[in-house]
Structures are given as structure tokens and as C-alpha cells.
């Protein structure tokens, strides 16, 4: 299969929303396909270690 790969910039340049390189993969037809941005990528891995972290008696406790 053969997909356009762009690079674009993405945040504001603050500690919460730092400047990062974002990968897209679109189709010839201008539909994205997948997204990788990395500071999303950190943010999941902070939440799933909080998470894993609150656990008692071996039952993960999920705050919403």
C-alpha cells in the first residue's frame, strides 16, 4: 500500500502543550489514516502508570 508520510509542528511551546514534530500517514485521496504524536504517547503512559499505581488487593481502581 503506498501512503504520504508528513511531518508537521504541533503545540504552543509551553510546558503543557510543548512544540513537537507530529508524523501523519494520508491516503492519495486526502483521508488520514494514523497519527503519531508523542507527547500524546507520554501522556497515556502517565496516566496508565498512575493507574497501575492505585490499585488495592491486586484490583486496578479507575478515577474518572
Do not use: S
Amino acid at each position: 500500500i503506498q501512503v504520504i508520510e508528513t511531518v508537521i509542528n504541533r503545540g504552543m511551546g509551553t510546558k503543557d502543550d510543548p512544540v513537537r514534530n507530529v508524523t501523519q500517514y494520508w491516503t492519495f485521496e486526502g483521508k488520514i489514516l494514523a497519527e503519531f504524536d508523542p507527547y500524546e504517547k507520554d501522556i497515556a503512559r502517565i496516566e496508565h502508570e498512575k493507574m497501575m499505581r492505585e490499585t488495592y488487593n491486586g484490583q486496578i481502581l479507575v478515577k474518572w
